[in-house]
């Protein structure tokens, strides 16, 4: 399913983004970036933290045309967003604060992905999935993060994304139960 993540981000980016030829890598932004199959300019969404969202969780299954789904899991997927400039332009700087400046734009347009985005298992999942640009990124430190990857501190944006698994198969639901009966007998009387 994170492989169907990456491409929709990436229809998402390269539909919308407001900069041409800007490449769209799902690579960690190492010492060594970008790897050959990346030109620069690029846009790296690194995929850092994965887990459940245990405040969506759900008990309530969904019954449908005799078939009943146990609640799906609710996960969020948390980005670290980098923009990568051509080695040869004249203001790196200001190529990178333009390019996330402008991915920032497209991602805050868009409370969920729309559906044309979306690839693979994403396709009609339910609920939609909601997306956030985020200051409660789950690294502890971004200073030892950008020591683990032996690279220098660059400007990022926080991205989050909430998927639905589901986790378990559906079950056949059974008779629909369409009628009540109560009896009363003469002892169930209130006594007056």
């Not at 769209?24 to 846009?43: E, M």
């Not at 683990?148 to 079950?171: C, E, N, Q, W």
Request: net charge negative; with cysteine.
């Amino acid at each position: 399913m994170f492989q169907d993540l990456d491409a929709t981000l990436a229809a998402l980016v390269e539909s919308e983004l407001g900069i041409p030829g800007v490449a769209v890598s799902f690579v960690g932004p190492d010492s060594d970036f970008p790897p050959a199959s990346v030109a620069l300019p690029a846009i790296s969404f690194f995929l850092y933290d994965i887990r459940e969202d245990l405040g969506l969780r759900s008990g309530v299954w969904e019954v449908d045309d005799g078939v009943r789904q146990p609640p799906a899991a609710r996960v969020n997927c948390s980005y670290l967003i980098t923009a990568w400039p051509t080695e040869t332009a004249p203001n790196p700087a200001e190529d990178e604060h333009r390019m996330l400046g402008e991915l920032l734009k497209v991602l805050l347009r868009h409370r969920t992905i729309p559906a044309q985005y979306l690839r693979g298992e994403l396709i009609g999942q339910k609920p939609p999935m909601p997306t956030r640009i985020t200051a409660d990124n789950q690294l502890n430190s971004l200073g030892e993060f950008w020591q683990a990857m032996g690279g220098r501190p660059k400007a990022s944006l926080h991205y989050a994304i909430t998927l639905s698994f589901d986790v378990a198969d559906p079950v056949p639901a059974g008779p629909q139960v369409t009628t009540r009966t109560l009896n009363l007998s003469p002892d169930s009387t209130p006594a007056g």
